[in-house]
């Protein structure tokens, strides 16, 4: 335990935030996998931290965003928080503060990679998040979030209109490249009416750019436009 109690030091001096309630900063680790094998654990689950951590997440972006990009309207405000504070975003900003390291997993849940695990870390560091809220107070929660998930990435991700569908970015890139516009064919339905899965696959002067599978049309369009838009990230590094 007193190895335990070095590390939140070590990450207190990290993200500058000391904690007096050492319970409610351990219970930012403690995974539901871990109680199964360990129920006189007298802390619960993480869950109730994280549900927390994503509504002030929420209202944190919302009010940076409202600050700092003014101009803006409001369809770009609920796809640029889409964006940043997707399970990617916050896995990824979990992963430079280490989180992975304090995380309390079942011996199944680290065996299989629990500590890598995108969806375990973006809970740990929204659940991170309500912690200092809880602890401190609604300013210090912004703070750190400002620092350590909007920092250049959020910037970023507003120059380069990363926020918008993908189908929107294909066809902004080839129209202000190309002077065309991509197309999208349907090579295959399939299953019953209720419920059927369409193949679609997006081209560009009869080259093929991205296939996409989905329940509706317009959703394997989205993802055929997204399959394409990270192939020509590859080949043009757009």
Same mark, same amino acid.
């Given at each position: 335990?007193?190895?335990?109690?070095?590390?939140?030091?070590?990450?207190?001096?990290?993200?500058?935030?000391?904690?007096?309630? +050492?319970?409610?900063?351990?219970? $930012?680790?403690?995974? @539901?996998?871990?109680?199964?094998?360990?129920?006189? /654990?007298?802390?619960?689950?993480?869950? @109730?931290?994280? &549900?927390?951590?994503?509504?002030?997440?929420?209202?944190?972006?919302? $009010? *940076?965003?409202?600050?700092? %990009?003014?101009?803006?309207?409001?369809?770009?405000?609920?796809?640029?928080?889409?964006?940043? $504070?997707?399970?990617?975003? /916050?896995?990824?900003?979990?992963?430079?503060?280490?989180?992975?390291?304090?995380?309390?997993?079942?011996?199944?849940?680290?065996?299989?990679?629990? @500590?890598?695990?995108?969806?375990?870390?973006?809970?740990? %560091?929204? !659940?991170?998040?309500?912690?200092?809220?809880?602890?401190?107070?609604?300013?210090?929660?912004?703070?750190?979030?400002?620092?350590?998930? &909007?920092?250049?990435?959020?910037?970023?991700?507003?120059?380069?209109?990363? *926020?918008?569908? !993908?189908?929107?970015?294909?066809?902004?890139?080839? +129209?202000?490249? *190309?002077?065309?516009?991509?197309?999208?064919?349907?090579?295959?339905?399939?299953?019953?009416?209720? @419920?059927?899965?369409?193949? $679609?696959?997006?081209? &560009?002067?009869?080259?093929?750019?991205?296939?996409?599978?989905?329940?509706?049309?317009?959703?394997?369009?989205?993802?055929?436009?997204?399959? !394409?838009?990270?192939?020509?990230?590859?080949? &043009?590094?757009?």
């Amino acid at each position: 335990m007193s190895k335990m109690k070095n590390q939140y030091k070590e990450l207190g001096k990290k993200i500058g935030i000391s904690f007096k309630n +050492q319970a409610l900063l351990k219970n $930012v680790f403690v995974h @539901r996998s871990y109680l199964n094998e360990n129920r006189n /654990l007298k802390l619960s689950s993480n869950e @109730r931290l994280e &549900f927390l951590g994503d509504s002030v997440l929420s209202l944190i972006t919302s $009010v *940076y965003l409202f600050k700092n %990009f003014p101009d803006l309207k409001e369809g770009d405000y609920t796809d640029i928080k889409a964006a940043i $504070v997707c399970t990617e975003s /916050l896995a990824e900003a979990a992963k430079k503060l280490n989180l992975g390291d304090y995380l309390f997993l079942s011996i199944g849940e680290e065996k299989n990679g629990g @500590r890598e695990n995108k969806n375990i870390l973006a809970d740990c %560091f929204e !659940a991170l998040i309500a912690a200092i809220f809880l602890e401190k107070n609604f300013e210090t929660a912004y703070s750190f979030v400002k620092q350590h998930l &909007f920092i250049n990435k959020l910037d970023f991700i507003i120059k380069n209109k990363l *926020y918008l569908p !993908a189908k929107t970015q294909l066809q902004e890139y080839l +129209q202000e490249h *190309y002077k065309e516009i991509p197309q999208y064919e349907v090579l295959e339905e399939t299953g019953p009416a209720h @419920r059927k899965s369409f193949k $679609v696959a997006v081209f &560009f002067k009869k080259t093929l750019l991205g296939i996409g599978i989905g329940l509706s049309k317009k959703e394997a369009e989205e993802e055929a436009a997204k399959n !394409a838009v990270e192939k020509l990230k590859k080949e &043009f590094k757009i």
